[in-house]
């Protein structure tokens, strides 16, 4: 009995601590930006700020179109147990960062300016000297120009982010579907209007496009469209990884690559079952992979988290010296 209770109590003691979740703010335009930081309950030997993807996206990484797959959190709490403390936010005008700003009115330069509005409040909660920023799908554009001006920045981790233009990449979705083939007679002179920098009149428009082209966001899409992700990540002196799952039906292995070839000194890394979400596929079944998106209970795939904690601490934590 004795010597079941002291087995009990050893295995208690061996096991470690739990991360240290807590409520982080950063100043935005009109009201405070609101995001979580998870830190390891020892020493943090290094800090991330989890920048989101697309759309209505919250600091879990889940949104109110079907997404529930949590993936910022399951990597956050990953990352914990490496040392390294995450930041994951809601971005301006969403979520619990709806009084600073309106959702629609914003660019992928106010986005980036935020960015670095979070890194400096990282850095004053944490006393790191540099914040290391994992942007995932837009949120990696959004990383990209933030990282143009490497003040408060280790590096960058450009996890299943666009390499190419994004008026190519929607393109491209908008063709792989063939559900959308009766929209695309719209679609694509709209994007061309847009990548040019004229508004588009919706007057007639299929209802199906209006969340791509509602006059509302028309000048965050031109703003969005204006950008090459492979131009800006040449201009990077800072250490970058680039990560890639090969199951990912909405960013390819071709963005990685291209995002590599202009990054001589980027770390690419292909993770064969991984997914837009992070979460392991083993089939080429459409249906299988979009089920996983709406699955809070399944885990990280194997061979993201890992290798990005190898990768910030072998690149100097929070001094990420290149």
Known sequence: MFALLAAAAALQAAAPAAPVESTIEAPGPTGALRGTMLAPATTTRAVALIVPGSGPTDRDGNNPLGVRAQPYRLLAEALASRGIATVRIDKRGLFGSAAAGD??????????????????????????????????????????????????LCGLVLVSAGGRPIGTVIREQLRANPANAPLLGQAMPALDALEAGRHVDVAGMDPHLLPLFAPPIQNYMISLLSYDPAALIGAVHQPVMIVQGQRDLQIGETDARRLAAADSGARLVLVANANHVLKAVATDDRAANIATYGDPALPLAPGIADPIADFILSSGGIAGSR
């Not at 979070?118 to 959004?142: D, K, Q």
């Open 103 to 152: 959702a629609n009115a914003v660019t992928i330069a106010d986005y980036a300016t935020d960015v670095h509005q979070w890194a400096r409040a990282a850095r004053a909660r944490t006393g790191a000297r540099c914040v290391w920023l994992m942007g995932h799908s837009e949120g990696g554009l959004v990383a990209l120009v933030a990282a143009q001006n490497p003040a408060d």
